[in-house]
């Protein structure tokens, strides 16, 4: 079981830039594949971005060419970065741990969930 603590969400203007973090807890964080998720009002959870334990990644065509994800195994830390950011990026975001194959854009997909973080995107 990997337990996940989102931050770093907020109000930006359109433009803007942010950094989610997401600290992961438990000693399979360097093993599992880890994505990024989001949920806007009235909508589904969509896939943002995904990142397997050995580096490789693969993004939504929404995000593509704006977001990184990456990752730190020695601080068990997943990271979104996300730049020129749009209002269509407000939302809800959400790390996730433990996809069951590779690449998983599924959110049935993956075992582990953290509690969210706010991104709120202004024009």
């Known amino acids: 079981q990997v337990q996940l603590v989102e931050s770093g969400g907020g109000l930006v203007q359109a433009g803007g830039s942010l950094r989610l973090s997401c600290a992961a807890s438990?000693?399979?964080?360097?093993?599992?594949?880890m994505g990024w998720f989001r949920q806007a009002p009235g909508k589904e959870r969509e896939f943002v971005a995904a990142?397997?334990?050995?580096?490789?990644?693969i993004y939504s065509d929404s995000v593509k060419g704006r977001f990184t994800i990456s990752r730190s195994n020695a601080k068990n830390t997943l990271y979104l970065q996300m730049n020129s950011l749009k209002p269509e990026d407000t939302a809800v975001y959400y790390c996730?741990?433990?996809?069951?194959?590779?690449?998983?854009?599924?959110?049935?997909?993956?075992?582990?969930w953290g509690q969210g973080t706010q991104v709120t995107v202004s024009s």
């Open positions: 990142i397997r334990w050995t580096g490789s990644t």
């Open positions: 438990g000693r399979t964080f360097s093993t599992s594949d």
């Open positions: 996730a741990a433990g996809g069951t194959s590779w690449p998983m854009i599924q959110s049935k997909g993956y075992a582990n």
